[in-house]
C-alpha cells in the first residue's frame, strides 16, 4: 500500500496543480517540494489554508492518477 508521501514524491507536479485549484492562496514557495520534507510543506499547507493535516492527506490521497 503507498502513503501518501510516495503518492506526494511520484506525482508533485499533478497534486501541486490540485492543491492550487482547491486553495487558491497557496503559492509556489508554500508547495515548495523537497524529497524529505514532506511534513514541512503539508505545515505550510496547513498554516495557510487552515485545514487540518489529516484533511490534507485525505485531498491528496483521494486523487487518482494514471
Known amino acids: 500500500m ?3 508521501n510516495d503518492k506526494i514524491k511520484g506525482n508533485w507536479n499533478i497534486i501541486k496543480g490540485n492543491l492550487k485549484q482547491k486553495w487558491a492562496d497557496l503559492t509556489d514557495d508554500d508547495l ?3 524529497e524529505g520534507k514532506e511534513d514541512e510543506m ?5 498554516q495557510k489554508t487552515g485545514e487540518t493535516k489529516e484533511h490534507i492527506n ?3 490521497d483521494k486523487l487518482k492518477f494514471d
Open 58 to 60: 485525505e485531498f491528496i
Open 42 to 46: 503539508l505545515g505550510r499547507i496547513q
Open 2 to 4: 503507498s502513503t501518501v
Open 32 to 34: 515548495l517540494y523537497e
